[in-house]
């Protein structure tokens, strides 16, 4: 069951979102956000909930990031596990990295100042060009801790932040919101670019695990963040439960069209392709949460999978 709290006149409060949503039974197959690259910028101390807007906004004109945004860049803030304190003129570590299939890369730049980004080429990353640091190997675990966006980011999301420290330091990173609130703990790999969510501090080393082996794990994947849509992301794990596939690109969706009120999603996993009519599905299940005043979940399923 999902835990509860007391509040100060001994009432019983509602779960938050996360922990309902683990409550009610929720897939977490094709719930990623979409992203197919990224600017990550160092920010320690405490993050207010539009921190990440004000931080950008001293380095980019805001429709600069705006156009970067539409074209699959995501900026992000992350801070190293545990609690650090700003301190004025620190060095501060940027990554700029890019998730698309067959040429993901990794690279880092050290600056004083955020004024010091101006110069990024903000569309070439976007685009997925390289050249704009030191090429760094990876990958990045990132955890969502953003707890002033959602509680149950910063409730679930630091014991899996500091279980993975302790095993890959270096290679770990508190990040700002990655969206999905529900799914907390949340764990973005990059630039491999897979999500998983609901995530325990055991699970999440084993996510880790076969990231660092070139492999993606199958369960609690929210999906793919540079595939193509939620139907997209959907199918390619339909496809790699189905086959046993685990490589970073050994199943993708290369087409997507409408089928009736579903989506009809063609999937080449290695030498075979695989057509997957995608639906949504109806609520599964609901109830109340502390975070949101009610939670629904929903879903896809697979109405049909024949290679073709």
């Not at 004024?115 to 955890?143: I, K, M, Q, T």
């Not at 794990?217 to 596939?245: D, M, N, V, Y």
Request: one cysteine or more; aromatic letters at 4%; proline letters at 5%.
């Amino acid at each position: 069951m999902a835990e509860a709290g007391i509040c100060s006149s001994g009432r019983t409060t509602a779960p938050g979102c996360a922990a309902l949503t683990r409550e009610l039974g929720g897939e977490p197959a094709g719930t990623a956000a979409r992203m197919t690259s990224w600017l990550l910028v160092e920010h320690p101390g405490s993050w207010a909930p539009d921190v990440l807007e004000d931080v950008m906004a001293e380095a980019f004109p805001a429709s600069r990031l705006d156009a970067a945004r539409d074209a699959g860049l995501r900026p992000l803030l992350i801070r190293k596990p545990g609690r650090h304190a700003r301190v004025e003129g620190a060095s501060r570590a940027v990554y700029l990295a890019s998730g698309r299939p067959g040429h993901r890369w990794l690279e880092r730049l050290d600056v004083t100042g955020l004024g010091e980004l101006a110069h990024l080429d903000l569309e070439a990353v976007a685009a997925g060009r390289h050249g704009h640091g030191e090429p760094v190997s990876g990958p990045l675990f990132l955890v969502c801790t953003h707890g002033s966006k959602d509680l149950c980011c910063a409730v679930f999301g630091r014991p899996v932040v500091a279980g993975l420290a302790q095993n890959h330091p270096g290679h770990v990173w508190e990040v700002s919101h990655v969206g999905g609130d529900r799914w907390a703990g949340n764990l973005l790999t990059v630039p491999d670019g897979y999500l998983h969510g609901s995530l325990a501090v055991t699970e999440a080393e084993l996510v880790a695990k076969e990231a660092l082996g070139g492999n993606v794990r199958l369960e609690q994947l929210r999906g793919r963040t540079s595939a193509e849509s939620p139907w997209s992301q959907f199918a390619e794990i339909e496809i790699r439960g189905r086959t046993g596939l685990r490589g970073l690109d050994a199943v993708l969706a290369v087409a997507e069209e409408p089928s009736g009120d579903a989506r009809k999603v063609l999937v080449a996993a290695n030498e075979r392709r695989y057509e997957v009519v995608v639906r949504r599905t109806p609520s599964t299940a609901s109830g109340h949460s502390r975070c949101s005043a009610r939670v629904v979940l929903s879903g896809f399923e697979a109405e049909s999978v024949r290679e073709v």
